[in-house]
């Protein structure tokens, strides 16, 4: 793959994009929705809606990940630590949202019903794992979220520094508009 490309392709940027929305809004409607009180017409609806949502970005972030190794994307810009920096934030990105998915499913799947995502088709639940698995899978998957909004949220000021104070190109390369 050629590192002469200038920005990341349009899938690339799509993915990119809608990934930072959907990761920024299941997080505020996993905060939201879990003080919903029982009476409450949401009580039902936002999780189960989480729930589909949150299938849904796992296999766009599979996608995703498979579409990085099989195109050519733009060099990483900055001093070396800035890139080692980089990388390390955006493998551990991926790792949070495997740990995200994951406990995410344990929570979801405990009690042995699968995952209905929008009626149009169910994953299958293996049931209850391990003791606790909703209490302790609950606790991951808050703590991962966070750790995931608060990286992400480095990561694009990191973005916006590139742009204002580097005047680099880092930023323009995400929006294709690289130079």
């Known amino acids: 793959m050629s590192n002469n490309v200038k920005n990341y392709n349009p899938i690339a940027r799509l993915l990119h994009w809608v990934s930072a929305l959907t990761i920024f809004g299941l997080f505020g409607v996993g905060l939201w929705m879990v003080?919903?009180?029982?009476?409450?017409?949401?009580?039902?609806?936002?999780?189960?809606?989480?729930?589909?949502?949150?299938?849904?970005?796992?296999?766009?972030t599979l996608f995703r990940l498979i579409w990085k190794t099989v195109t050519a994307s733009p060099?990483?810009?900055?001093?070396?630590y800035e890139v080692v920096a980089a990388k390390a934030a955006h493998g551990f990105m991926y790792l949070n949202l495997l740990a995200l998915f994951v406990s995410g499913y344990l929570i979801s799947t405990s009690d042995g019903r699968g995952i209905d995502v929008f009626n149009w088709f169910t994953v299958p639940s293996m049931g209850e794992l391990f003791a606790n698995q909703s209490d302790l899978a609950g606790t991951v998957h808050y703590y991962a979220a966070?750790?995931?909004?608060?990286?992400?949220?480095?990561?694009?000021?990191?973005?916006?520094?590139?742009?204002?104070?580097?005047?680099?190109?880092?930023?323009?390369?995400?929006?294709?508009?690289?130079?």
Do not use: Q
């Open 35 to 60: 003080d919903l009180s029982y009476y409450s017409e949401w009580y039902k609806t936002a999780p189960d809606w989480h729930r589909s949502i949150g299938i849904i970005l796992a296999a766009v």
């Open 146 to 179: 966070w750790v995931l909004i608060v990286l992400a949220s480095v990561h694009a000021l990191a973005a916006i520094k590139h742009h204002i104070i580097d005047k680099d190109d880092t930023l323009r390369k995400m929006i294709g508009a690289s130079k």
């Open 75 to 80: 060099s990483v810009e900055g001093k070396s």
